[in-house]
């Protein structure tokens, strides 16, 4: 079976919940002129957390780019997560759950972090599972 983000190669219809625990981000509330990194996560994965630590490491690189940060996981751990990083400090990175599970099965994701790349059209450029160099994260994100 394929995947739907295939027959749909554009940035997904999901509401994801924002810290607040009242607001949902839909693609609506995307910057019109921004490139989109939308990554997978879970708080408590080895490999998400280099992602994310290499990505902060070289945030300059992704300034023209809005950073979406979901997980499944429950939300005390996003919250948990959110702070380590200090993520409230970048205004062009979104932290939010996927309350309904949403993009798991959008995907058909086996391994985090799932890196998903959109050019300013919102259309599918690529996606990644695992870990990505982050020298080719910041290429694929100015395509």
């Known amino acids: ?8 190669p554009v940035y997904p219809p999901v ?12 693609q609506t509330d995307l910057p019109k002129k921004s490139r989109v990194l939308l990554m ?7 490999h ?4 994310t630590e290499e990505i ?3 945030i300059d690189s992704f300034k023209e780019v809005q950073i979406i940060m979901t997980t499944s996981m429950p939300f ?7 702070e380590k990083y200090r993520l409230p400090n ?5 932290v939010a759950q996927d309350t309904h599970y949403f993009l798991p099965s959008f995907f058909m994701i086996h391994n985090l972090p799932f890196l998903a790349f959109y050019n300013r059209k919102k259309e ?3 996606v990644f599972e695992g870990v990505m160099p982050v020298e080719k994260l910041i290429e694929m994100s100015r395509k």
């Open 56 to 58: 902060l490491r070289h």
């Open 1 to 8: 079976m394929e995947a739907p983000y295939k027959r749909f």
């Open 15 to 26: 509401k994801l919940l924002l810290p607040d625990s009242s607001t949902f981000y839909t």
């Open 124 to 126: 599918l450029i690529d």
């Open 48 to 51: 998400c957390q280099q992602e």
């Open 40 to 46: 997978l996560f879970n708080p408590q994965c080895s």
């Open 90 to 94: 970048y205004n062009n990175i979104v």
């Open 76 to 82: 005390d751990s996003m919250l948990a997560f959110r």
